[in-house]
């Protein structure tokens, strides 16, 4: 087979800028990113899950594309979704025509993650170029439609799919965008768990000049989401920074100023180191809300719903993290911190399976007005993962 004409790195991230793909529409997307790893001889593989319209069971187009069938099996991971725009009179440019000005490839996508993405193929191209076909080895992607909203018909489901046709890899890179401000800043070895709680706590209403014959709830709830508050959860470990504690919002809408409210309600969210499970911290809130209801005395009641978004999850730094730390050094010169922290990613449901580690683009503009990446980073960064391919397949 002949070697495939180079891909075009600011060519492909542009066209996939420009397929408005806001989780859960794909807005023929994939279709780009398919052509351009079909023209590189991958097999590939749509997965489509979910059939609803919106809402978590949405339709969601998935890919999964793998290059011969040997050993080590390297899998790269990431989402071709988008967060919406927000105001778009708000942007300097339109954030779906992928433009290039001043050194920047501008757009919703362009850091979190289609640049990543047009990275590594083009990265992929250039390895195969120079190696033709022959490698031990075999190269995958995949690519999920579904990482920015409620995960549910993405990569946890692609991954079972790999998992019922002997596709699991033997390593995982993700290529979020994980500097916080330069290339060579971090590499993501874990994350750290994300919950929420719903607390309702339900009194009696009545007239603000006749209180003994009412029990305030707003009065409970500020007491009970005090001594939640107060204490800390731990002071995190090796890895992880402590866990921390989010009042959100505080919700009661009472219009009148003489009524005692019937309801209160807060909301809460928990991101949380190794020490704690979803399950330990449950029983921790339930300890202190309880207590803090008995100390307030007698009446009164409450509710706690809780969702968890994902545990913790961590690959102990070993031959992965290495790799890819020495590949990073020695494009950048800068040795990478081994980092747990930010929101979470679909990491947590990779670990499951293999190693995996997390490195990308500069994440400043991420989710922002204006999102955007330094050209030439998105160029380091197709020369990184070229040095990672290099390394795993030597
Ligand atoms: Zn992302």
Redo the contacts with the bound molecule.
């Keep these: 087979m002949d070697a495939p004409a180079p891909i075009d790195l600011l060519a492909l991230a542009r066209d996939m800028i420009r397929r408005p793909s806001v989780t859960p529409r794909d807005a023929g997307v994939l279709d780009v990113l398919e052509a351009a790893l079909k023209r590189m001889g991958f097999a590939c593989h749509r997965l489509p899950f979910g059939s609803g319209d919106s809402g978590p069971d949405a339709r969601i187009d998935n890919l999964y594309a793998r290059l011969g069938r040997g050993k080590p099996h390297f899998c790269f991971a990431g989402?071709t979704d988008v967060v919406p725009p927000g105001d778009t009179a708000k942007w300097s440019l339109d954030p779906f025509a992928g433009e290039v000005k001043d050194g920047q490839l501008w757009g919703r996508g362009a850091a979190?993650?289609k640049g990543a993405i047009a990275a590594f193929v083009s990265a992929a191209g250039a390895f195969l170029g120079a190696k033709g076909q022959r490698f031990n080895g075999s190269i995958s992607l995949l690519i999920t439609g579904d990482?920015e909203g409620d995960a549910v018909n993405g990569t946890a489901k692609v991954l079972r799919w790999m998992e019922e046709n002997g596709e699991i890899p033997d390593m995982c890179v993700v290529g979020?965008p994980t500097n916080p401000e330069k290339l060579g800043d971090m590499i993501k070895i874990g994350r750290r768990g994300s919950m929420t709680g719903y607390l309702t706590v339900t009194g009696v209403q009545g007239h603000t000049a006749y209180p003994h014959l009412a029990d305030n709830p707003a009065h409970r709830l500020v007491r009970m989401l005090d001594a939640i508050v107060r204490e800390k959860l731990d002071e995190g470990s090796a890895h992880f920074q402590p866990t921390t504690l989010q009042v959100t919002t505080i919700d009661i809408g009472n219009p009148a100023n003489n009524v005692i409210p019937a309801a209160a309600r807060g909301v809460f969210n928990i991101r949380f180191s190794d020490k704690h499970s979803s399950k330990t911290i449950a029983a921790w809130l339930r300890e202190k809300l309880d207590r803090a209801m008995a100390e307030i005395g007698p009446g009164g009641s409450y509710a706690l719903d809780i969702k968890v978004s994902g545990e913790s999850f961590f690959t102990a730094p070993g031959p992965l993290s290495s790799l890819v730390s020495d590949c990073v050094k020695a494009e950048t010169n800068r040795v990478p911190e081994l980092s747990t922290t930010g929101g979470t990613s679909d990491a947590r449901f990779i670990r499951r399976v293999c190693p995996v580690v997390e490195f990308g683009g500069v994440g400043q503009t991420m989710h922002k007005i204006d999102e955007r990446v330094a050209v030439s980073d998105l160029e380091g960064l197709a020369r990184i993962y070229r040095r990672i391919l290099e390394r795993v397949f030597a």
Aim: charged share 60%; no cysteine.
């Design positions: 989402h979190d993650m990482e979020e």
